[in-house]
């Protein structure tokens, strides 16, 4: 019988250090009262070795992992088609290995994540990001008519990255392709394509961005409705394009996209113009012009016709030949007016002529009467203004002579 170690009572210190032996008891028996836990994660390594399962389990939103391990016993109980990529719940008891010093995580139990409780947690992050307003149609951005950098985002050789470009070639065969690839299904997924979202949204060449996967079931397409994909979607300033391809279950980024493609091929088809048709609408372009510009010159000349064989257009002349008699009718009648005008102001004229003859001086000349002026100018109006022996001027009918004032005469 090996014998049970008496271990000190105090805590260590230089002179009364533990036993190795001593620690590892201690965090064993630390580690055992934890006992039992609920846990959630996803199997990142499944290995099944002498009827036992060794592997380990990832954190769902960090980068932590821990190793567990299934006993032959607990083996039998637990679902048959657990494997490496699955999201579970383990109950677990961690346990320490006092003689090897290490840690592991001893499962009870362990089972698929229930459907409910998923579709219950992506119910509330719909709820919540309809109450944001991240599906508002109004938000979302047009696609451009033709991008010169398509973004895409898809798992690398898969079949969707060849649907995409195959197609987008096709259709514009100088269409520029910006590809970043990413994992479609499980737990790097939301981080490493909200994060290729970022970037290409960041590249000014890019002018669309495509998130393509070839569909898959329920569980595989969990990450695109991540919060982290769907935030990083809903901030781009780039058009966002979900080519997730499932139609039973659409992914919380077909809501959150800028447009929704059924499938990657109709993604292609849906950011890129088909060469070919927009010739042809080109042509029907130039054709529509053509009859336009056509039919617009018959009516225009059918009016320009209708207008020429109009009288007024037709014969000129007939306009002046219906207003001659009229024409002659108002020149006659105008020579009759002014006619009339000049004899009434030429009578008007003599008869002022004679007024101004009965008032005019000269008709008192002539009847004898002469008007005297003295040497200034003045005329003489009474005897004494004409002194004796002053110059006077004597204006008659029929002219004028100088005279001598000589001696005034009273009238008697």
């Known amino acids: 019988m090996s014998e049970t170690p008496s271990f000190s009572s105090g805590p260590p210190t230089l002179e009364n250090p533990w036993p190795v032996a001593e620690l590892a008891q201690k965090v064993r028996g630390y580690i055992e009262r934890l006992g039992t836990a609920w846990v959630e994660g996803e199997i990142t390594q499944w290995g099944v070795s002498g009827g036992n399962v060794y592997g380990k ?17 607990v083996k039998a109980k637990i679902p048959a088609d657990l494997k490496q990529g699955d999201r579970v719940l ?30 219950e947690r992506l119910e509330r992050l719909r709820a919540q990001l309809a109450a944001e307003g991240l599906f508002d149609p109004a938000r979302k951005k047009p696609l451009p008519f033709l991008p010169t950098g398509v973004g895409l985002i898809t798992g690398k050789d898969s079949d969707a990255e060849k649907d995409v470009l195959r197609n987008a070639h096709l259709r514009w065969p100088s269409v520029s392709f910006h590809v970043v690839h990413t994992a479609v299904q ?3 997924t939301a981080r490493e394509v909200a994060r290729a979202i970022e970037r290409l949204d960041a590249d000014p060449a890019v002018d669309v961005i495509i998130v393509a996967r070839g569909g898959g079931d329920f569980q595989n397409l969990l990450g695109f409705s991540d919060e982290r994909v769907l935030r990083a979607a ?8 979900s080519a997730i391809g499932h139609e039973a279950d659409r992914p919380l980024l077909d809501l959150v996209a800028d447009l929704r493609a059924s499938t990657p091929t109709d993604a292609a088809k849906r950011v890129v113009p088909d060469v070919t048709e927009e010739l042809a ?22 009016r320009v016709a209708q207008i020429r064989s109009r009288p007024a257009l037709a014969d000129p002349r007939w306009i002046v030949s219906s207003r001659s008699e009229e024409l002659t009718r108002f020149v006659a009648r105008g020579d009759e007016l002014v006619t009339r005008a000049v004899e009434r102001e030429g009578d008007r004229v003599r008869e002022l002529a004679g007024h101004l003859r009965a008032l005019s001086p000269q008709r008192t000349l002539d009847r004898g009467y002469a008007i005297v002026q003295g040497a200034d100018g003045h005329i003489v109006r009474a005897a004494a203004d004409a002194r004796p022996g ?14 001598v004032a000589g001696e005034t005469h009273r009238d008697g």
């Open 57 to 73: 389990l990832k954190d769902l939103a960090v980068d932590a992992t821990i190793g567990f391990t299934i006993w032959s016993s």
């Open 90 to 119: 383990a109950l677990i008891k961690p346990n320490y290995w006092v003689r090897g010093g290490t840690l592991t995580m001893q499962v009870f139990d362990m089972r698929h994540v229930g459907l409910g409780d998923l579709l």
């Open 186 to 188: 499980g737990d790097r």
């Open 234 to 241: 809903a901030a781009a300033s780039t058009p966002i394009v």
């Open 281 to 302: 609408r080109a042509d029907q372009a130039r054709l529509r012009i053509r009859s336009r510009i056509a039919h617009l010159v018959t009516v225009q000349s059918d």
């Open 390 to 403: 002053s110059a006077l001027t004597v204006t008659v009918a029929e002219g004028a002579f100088d005279a």
